[in-house]
């Protein structure tokens, strides 16, 4: 079963807005196992609106419409559809009576435009779920099918998930069931990755499930996901388990987290379980760090404290290197809060010497401060983002690579 | 002229990323005057992005064609469109050149897949702009265009400017030139908005030219944009500028930006004027209100210190009120950082008795330390963020009201 959305809009193409319902429609869609192949937006105009619809119903078993259900002039695509389907529109008693509901217990007065928006094509059934104003429905066309749903956001997802959806699963009749997992994964290119795994993906292109597929975050570093299709939940779950074990063994330590997890989040559970606490001092960064941290720890159990300051700690030779300013800071910032571990991280100094892009970041314990450089690419402000994550993976495998150097970490209380 | 966008990448279809990148086109078109009456999204798929590619050429004069010029086996963007316009690829041996060099520099090997992105559609010219390892290029198709560019953002962002956009505009031989200015406001709710400018919308809908509209940017408050059509530079930038006089004297001090300045930005700059300094102390929100002012002063010459940390000053009494702990982190990390003017912002403690999203902030100066308290609505993060924006615009509006206050203030040197 193919469906297709069309986004209706005039301010979606000019970018004024940008169409976030299709993005979300697309990911139900591929949850229920429902292909879609394509995605358009047009304006609010009846011929396009128009054109768009049939050439989707030729080439998509359903179509869902989104937007243009309002009360203005603008909003016309119960009229489309009803052209398209060759109907007439009828005003809903019922659904004309809720609309007049809604104005009346929000103490507003209702105009004939707003009156319009009860009707529907004939033959079509309204959807149950409004809860706006502007009621979505369904509309037969020949064998296949358009559902209308407005554009706010809100109505639109109640709409899919109460009717929708469940009616494009039950129409499709489909009992597979599939599932996905990312792995996250930070310091490799995408043409590194696709290398380590180019005999893992030959390998599933031949059965086809479960499949492997990369995705970029941009400075987040990139994902690898893990689709199985099978006949229940269990199955689908033992299936990525196990392509699971055997891309984390092809990877390593590269992978940092799954599906939602953070790097911030990673770094906070893990010196959580051993009952360590971390500090932040940043100038390059600007705060960046310490936003991420506390994201990830809004109690700020772990993570107690950060600063944001340029580097001018009083009293010191302005000509300390940047390293070595980068451990000063760290030592400081562990101390004043009393902190297990800290990191820092610093620019050059007006004037001083340095390739673009160099970042100064350092590591302090109580047994040691270690000061990493690094030269990072892009424009000043996607240095600072790079700088943030690259610190975080730097802390993330300086932690690693500590439990893994001293085995009796292993065995501290709490420790996964 | 017409020009559609035609966004290429399964990942798109499944929901997986938000197709931004159409957006953005949207609006720089719209910009221009060029018309795009439909954007479409299809996968990676040889035969279905044909199709798109063939349907676009038949309704448009011009295609923009973004994404799938990557590495990787899914990428062939470069394939369809060499077979939609009929002729081969050529490898381009200065843009292999560029690659090489590229890898060269940051010390990676470099794999046949990347020797892959060299190549390019028989006739077509290559886009001079090339951030990244993929080069993009205009590729004619009897009298159309296919522009391809990447989907990475900032490489697509800088080849539209660069290159399509400049070439479209001569293409369509444009004369009039369309402008427009975003008024940004913080605190009015749309409809508040649209109530005190009915007036002036009513007025202007007769005439057409220049023509108000609001967009919201969520938590960041309303815009109002001016659209001004003339023949030239110089006449579109009166109209704007009459407008926008008339506009801000109907919605006063809420009015607290132009165009791409945020709230942080604005703050810096009369903070600098004025030759004062900035420090902030913040528990609740995390690092976020340190993080946009160190944006807005990279240098952090008037943004001096920010601290992120829970509330636990050594001797306090825990008992003390909520506004009473944002002064007394607001004056202590004044003091600390010797600043002129700080801000604070905490939540209420665990146990405390405090509305839903309960906020405490304080602004002190070295004449007073003032507290104001807000119950913000949604989730946590919501509150977080809506407390960034809330205690910024507090500020902002304290130092207008200071300036107001103290008329001496006008002659301070520096002050515009």
């Known amino acids: 079963m193919r469906c297709e959305v069309v986004a209706i809009g005039t301010e979606l193409l000019l970018g004024q807005i940008t169409d976030t319902n299709s993005t979300w429609i697309g990911e139900q869609l591929a949850r ?25 119903l030729e080439r998509s078993d359903a179509v869902i419409c989104c937007g243009g259900l309002g009360p203005t002039q603008d909003d016309i695509t119960r009229e489309v559809i ?68 407005p554009g706010v956001p809100s109505e639109m997802r109640q709409m899919m998930e109460g009717f929708v959806l469940p009616d494009l699963r039950r129409r499709s009749g489909t009992v597979a069931v599939i599932r996905s997992r990312t792995l996250r994964t930070w310091g490799h290119s995408e043409s590194g990755l696709a290398e380590i795994l180019a005999g893992r993906i030959e390998a599933l292109d031949r ?43 092809l990877l390593g330590e590269i992978v940092f987290g799954v599906d939602d997890q953070t790097m911030e989040a990673v770094i906070v559970e893990r010196l959580r379980a051993e009952g360590r606490t971390l500090a932040v001092a940043e100038s390059l960064t600007g705060g960046l760090v310490s936003t991420r941290l506390s994201a990830a720890d ?45 990191i820092a991280a610093t620019g050059p ?49 300086a932690l690693i690579g ?13 420790t996964s």
Chains 1, 2 share one sequence.
């Open 32 to 56: 229920i196992g429902i292909d879609s192949h394509y995605q358009v937006k047009v304006g609010d105009n009846f011929e396009r609106i128009a054109a768009c619809l049939r050439l989707a």
């Open 82 to 149: 009803a052209e398209v389907a060759g109907v007439g529109l009828l005003r809903d008693p019922e659904v004309e009576r809720r609309i007049i509901e809604r104005f009346a217990a929000r103490g507003r007065t209702m105009t004939e435009n707003n009156r319009r928006q009860a009707d529907i094509p004939d033959g079509a059934t309204v959807i149950p779920q409004m809860p706006g104003t502007a009621p979505g429905f369904m509309c037969p066309v020949g064998d296949r099918t358009i559902y209308a749903v």
């Open 207 to 249: 059965t086809g499930n479960p499949t492997l597929a990369f995705l970029a975050s941009g400075i987040e570093g990139l994902k690898v996901r893990i689709t199985a299709k099978a006949p229940d939940e269990a199955e689908a779950e033992r299936i990525i388990a196990g392509e699971e074990e055997r891309v984390r063994a």
């Open 298 to 342: 809004p109690e700020m159990a772990t993570f107690v404290g950060g600063w944001t300051r340029p580097w001018a700690p009083a009293g010191t030779a302005p000509s300390l290197p940047g390293p070595e300013r980068a451990k000063r800071m760290a030592s400081d910032v562990r101390a004043a809060h009393e902190a297990d571990v800290s």
């Open 349 to 397: 100094l007006p004037g001083e010497q340095a390739a673009p892009g160099t970042v100064f970041m350092a590591i302090a314990t109580a047994r040691e401060t270690v000061a990493h450089e690094a030269a990072l690419p892009g424009d000043p402000p996607q240095v600072r983002e790079y700088a943030v994550i690259n610190l975080l993976n730097t802390l993330r495998r």
């Open 402 to 414: 500590e439990r893994a150097a001293d085995p009796a970490g292993r065995e501290r209380p709490g």
